[in-house]
């Protein structure tokens, strides 16, 4: 028996089978209760009776990439440094947070593949493979298939799937991120596997819309080929959705601080999905009274909780100096933007829904096993541990 793997508090073993990861990314819990009610998803359904269901927490805010890098690390952001997609840099430049140097913690796929594990990460968006492949890990993206390779491999990955690569906005992007996932393990004898999805169909369409029963159907056809071929699952959303009525514009609202300056984490290259409009935002005061900032923040229609830097670093696990003055989450119906003009709604494939407050936190997680779950509400940075874990 190997020595277990420390990373980040906790100590993992190398797996004794196959295992996998799926981030479902913005898969509410909505969407499987509604599906497990129609029978849609028989597969999904047979895991979940046979092994572990249960409701989980995301991170707040309830953002792709923090929530990501906090399954890959089993840590929350404060560990790992990443709260959001997007921030405020020390140079006053609003940048991503997409890139392996700026992740603060090593990943558990990275740990094991130290220690011998054979390790593979492969994600639809290509915003998240450098820091999925942080510590040498191989990683791939659906988005970019074609133009990228692994070790040992003649052409490119998507050489492995035998039909044509989708658009990163087509309904079944996600199910060829699982395909090539698929192939690739196969292939390269791959011991632990962490896919990642996306969402452009959560913000696309409701539960029990035609889009998303489709996605669904695709979905739990591939979760059966995994369970078929051996693999022992672990199902998580990095977020949920809802569906958002009522867009406030912070820059206008705080029209009375001219130094404010309103920054939006949700940013990211996927303006289709959602507009950069997403219900938790940072405010950079800028000189300005945070009091009163936050006084004028509080009484917006729409604003759930306003918490100063230090505050939200304690409450919600954030890196302080990756966050804003002042953070704001807002309601289940509402998204914060900057002014109109910075954003391009026209975009939008269907009414807004979104993601980023408190009302995305819930998460459905799934495991073939039956592990002893730690004190609820686990988290969905606990299911490599649950899969994986050693007792200290």
Same mark, same amino acid.
């Given at each position: 028996?190997?020595?277990?793997?420390?990373?980040?508090?906790?100590?993992?073993?190398?797996?004794?089978?196959?295992?996998?990861?799926?981030?479902?990314?913005?898969?509410?819990?909505?969407?499987?209760?509604?599906?497990?009610?129609?029978?849609?998803?028989?597969?999904?359904?047979?895991?979940?009776?046979?092994?572990?269901?249960?409701?989980?927490?995301?991170?707040?805010?309830?953002?792709?990439?923090?929530?990501?890098?906090?399954?890959?690390? /089993?840590?929350?952001?404060?560990?790992?440094?990443?709260?959001?997609?997007?921030?405020?840099?020390?140079?006053?430049?609003?940048?991503?947070?997409?890139?392996?140097?700026?992740?603060?913690?090593?990943?558990?796929?990275?740990?094991?593949?130290?220690?011998?594990?054979?390790?593979?990460?492969?994600?639809?968006?290509?915003?998240?493979?450098?820091?999925? +492949?942080?510590?040498?890990? @191989?990683?791939?993206?659906?988005?970019?298939?074609?133009?990228?390779?692994?070790? /040992?491999?003649?052409?490119?990955?998507?050489?492995?799937?035998?039909?044509?690569?989708?658009?990163?906005?087509?309904?079944?992007?996600?199910?060829?991120?699982?395909?090539?996932?698929?192939?690739?393990?196969?292939?390269?004898?791959?011991?632990?596997?962490?896919?990642?999805?996306? %969402?452009?169909?959560?913000?696309?369409?409701?539960?029990? %819309?035609?889009?998303?029963?489709?996605?669904?159907?695709?979905?739990?056809?591939?979760?059966?080929?995994?369970?078929?071929?051996?693999?022992?699952?672990?199902?998580?959303? @990095?977020? +949920?959705?809802?569906?958002?009525?009522?867009?406030?514009?912070?820059?206008?609202?705080?029209?009375?601080?001219?130094?404010?300056?309103?920054?939006?984490?949700?940013?990211?290259?996927?303006?289709?999905?959602?507009?950069?409009?997403?219900?938790?935002?940072?405010?950079?005061?800028? /000189?300005?009274?945070?009091?009163?900032?936050?006084?004028?923040?509080?009484?917006?229609?729409?604003?759930?909780?306003?918490?100063?830097? %230090?505050?939200?670093?304690?409450?919600?696990?954030?890196?302080? %100096?990756?966050?804003? @003055?002042?953070?704001?989450?807002?309601? @289940?119906?509402?998204?914060?933007?900057?002014?109109?003009?910075?954003?391009?709604?026209?975009?939008?494939?269907?009414?807004?829904?979104?993601?980023? +407050?408190?009302?995305?936190?819930?998460?459905?997680?799934?495991?073939?096993?039956?592990?002893?779950?730690?004190?609820?509400?686990?988290?969905?940075?606990?299911?490599?541990?649950?899969?994986?874990?050693?007792?200290?």
């Amino acid at each position: 028996m190997s020595e277990p793997v420390p990373v980040n508090g906790r100590l993992y073993r190398r797996p004794q089978k196959r295992t996998a990861v799926f981030c479902l990314d913005g898969v509410d819990p909505a969407y499987l209760e509604d599906a497990f009610d129609r029978g849609l998803t028989p597969r999904i359904a047979e895991l979940a009776d046979a092994g572990t269901f249960v409701l989980g927490l995301s991170q707040l805010p309830s953002f792709t990439n923090p929530n990501n890098l906090s399954i890959v690390t /089993g840590a929350p952001p404060s560990v790992h440094g990443l709260p959001g997609n997007h921030y405020l840099a020390p140079d006053g430049e609003e940048v991503q947070l997409d890139r392996a140097d700026q992740l603060r913690a090593p990943t558990i796929l990275a740990a094991l593949g130290d220690a011998g594990t054979r390790v593979l990460a492969v994600t639809t968006k290509e915003k998240l493979r450098k820091l999925l +492949g942080s510590g040498s890990v @191989d990683s791939v993206s659906a988005e970019c298939a074609d133009k990228q390779s692994l070790p /040992g491999m003649l052409g490119s990955v998507a050489r492995a799937v035998g039909r044509p690569q989708p658009d990163i906005y087509a309904w079944d992007a996600s199910h060829y991120a699982l395909e090539l996932a698929f192939a690739l393990a196969d292939r390269f004898d791959v011991e632990v596997l962490y896919v990642s999805l996306t %969402d452009a169909v959560q913000h696309a369409a409701a539960p029990g %819309d035609e889009l998303s029963d489709a996605y669904l159907r695709r979905l739990d056809e591939l979760v059966g080929a995994y369970l078929d071929a051996g693999w022992e699952l672990g199902l998580v959303a @990095d977020h +949920g959705m809802n569906a958002k009525a009522d867009i406030r514009y912070l820059g206008e609202e705080l029209h009375a601080f001219p130094g404010a300056r309103v920054v939006l984490p949700i940013t990211d290259p996927y303006v289709v999905h959602h507009a950069a409009l997403g219900s938790a935002c940072w405010v950079h005061v800028d /000189g300005e009274p945070v009091d009163a900032c936050a006084a004028t923040l509080r009484a917006v229609e729409g604003v759930e909780q306003v918490l100063t830097r %230090d505050e939200a670093a304690d409450a919600l696990h954030l890196p302080a %100096d990756r966050i804003g @003055d002042l953070v704001v989450l807002g309601d @289940d119906r509402t998204v914060f933007g900057k002014r109109p003009e910075d954003h391009d709604l026209s975009k939008l494939r269907g009414p807004l829904r979104s993601h980023g +407050g408190r009302h995305e936190q819930s998460v459905p997680i799934i495991l073939s096993t039956r592990p002893a779950l730690p004190e609820l509400p686990v988290a969905n940075s606990d299911v490599f541990w649950l899969l994986l874990g050693e007792a200290a």
